[in-house]
T-cell receptor, first 114, second 113 residues
Framework: NAGVTQTPKFQVLKTGQSMTLQCAQDMNHNSMYWYRQDPGMGLRLIYYSASEGTTDKGEVPNGYNVSRLNKREFSLRLESAAPSQTSVYFC?????????????FGPGTRLLVL | GQQVMQIPQYQHVQEGEDFTTYCNSSTTLSNIQWYKQRPGGHPVFLIQLVKSGEVKKQKRLTFQFGEAKKNSSLHITATQTTDVGTYFCAGTRATDSWGKFQFGAGTQVVVTP
């Protein structure tokens, strides 16, 4: 099993450009998450999907959209990138999304917005 | 703002020494999880604490959940170079019906041989 995979690994964008970060998991997990990690801020939840067909906002959703394409895939879209969105983005998944669930993280996407 | 605070932000440890990192929440938590992230890597689950006053050990790591379920600690004895990384705590507020984790900012651990 590959676990949680993310593409691309690195990306440089100019302000105003759009892009989609892809995430897939092969563990048959129901819940998936997108986080961003900034120095000194830890991990902040952007959006999550408790189950296929549902998505909800997390702590910092502004400037992002998500799509739960199917049970395996959860994508994050930046419609008009801003320098403040320079960050490391992690996708994660868990079996059922409850508070007692372990989250499994992907390797991350390092995004630089100029 | 961030409701789960971790201290210290940085910990410089001599190999063989012990250290403790602390996690404090402004609200009561249902549970707390600890993750470790190696430099350039991704967070990896270490352990979960659920009960008030719970203590769990993993080899040289001891995790504790406070009686009021508002704080937690991670104590590492006889630090090794393999302990290098950032340790995060993540808690779910008792008032949340679903597992929306609040992560602390992490304690970055540097080990000097």
């Amino acid at each position: 099993n590959a676990g949680v995979t993310q593409t691309p690994k690195f990306q440089v964008l100019k302000t105003g450009q759009s892009m989609t970060l892809q995430c897939a998991q092969d563990m048959n997990h129901n819940s998936m998450y997108w986080y961003r990690q900034d120095p000194g801020m830890g991990l902040r939840l952007i959006y999550y999907s408790a189950s296929e067909g549902t998505t909800d906002k997390g702590e910092v959703p502004n400037g992002y959209n998500v799509s739960r394409l199917n049970k395996r895939e959860f994508s994050l879209r930046l419609e008009s990138a801003a320098p403040s969105q320079t960050s490391v983005y992690f996708c994660a998944s868990s079996v059922a999304g409850g508070p007692l669930e372990t989250q499994y993280f992907g390797p991350g996407t390092r995004l630089l917005v100029l | 703002g961030q409701q789960v605070m971790q201290i210290p932000q940085y910990q410089h440890v001599q190999e063989g020494e012990d250290f403790t990192t602390y996690c404090n929440s402004s609200t009561t938590l249902s549970n707390i999880q600890w993750y470790k992230q190696r430099p350039g890597g991704h967070p990896v689950f270490l352990i979960q604490l659920v009960k008030s006053g719970e203590v769990k050990k993993q080899k040289r790591l001891t995790f504790q959940f406070g009686e009021a379920k508002k704080n937690s600690s991670l104590h590492i004895t006889a630090t090794q170079t393999t302990d290098v990384g950032t340790y995060f705590c993540a808690g779910t507020r008792a008032t949340d019906s679903w597992g929306k984790f609040q992560f602390g900012a992490g304690t970055q651990v540097v080990v000097t041989p």
